[in-house]
């Protein structure tokens, strides 16, 4: 049984870092193209990063963009988003997933979530 559970987020002054964590259990997520995206209340779970493992290449959103950076450790099976320089409307639920067939900036492209961390960032 695939598992995905994040931690790390938190309430943060505007300016402030954040690092998310996502471990897996159940897979090898270095094999996976993985991505974090994020959901605020009241509007659509929206795509932030994303990572080839196997490719060693990442993708971002406009919004996170020299801000955020999405990276993996193999040997604890472990994916990571490093948030700098954060900003109020980066509030939200952050969820990790792990991609299955389509574009890896729509949510539907996704097969396995993890349960979300919220991320707080006060002005």
């Known amino acids: 049984q695939v598992q995905l559970v994040e931690s790390g987020g938190g309430l943060v002054q505007a300016g402030g870092s954040l690092r998310l964590s996502c471990a897996g259990s159940g897979r090898t997520l270095s094999n996976d193209f993985m991505g974090w995206f994020r959901q605020a209340p009241g509007k659509e779970r929206e795509f932030v990063a994303a990572?080839?493992?196997?490719?060693?290449?990442?993708y971002y959103a406009d919004s996170a963009k020299g801000r955020f950076f999405i990276s993996g450790d193999n040997a604890k099976n472990t994916l990571y988003l490093q948030m700098n320089s954060l900003k109020p409307e980066d509030t939200a639920a952050y969820y990790c997933?792990?991609?299955?067939?389509?574009?890896?900036?729509?949510?539907?492209?996704?097969?396995?979530w993890g349960q979300g961390t919220q991320v707080t960032v006060s002005s």
């Open positions: 990572i080839s493992w196997i490719y060693g290449t990442t």
């Open positions: 997933a792990i991609k299955g067939s389509g574009s890896y900036l729509y949510p539907s492209s996704y097969n396995y």
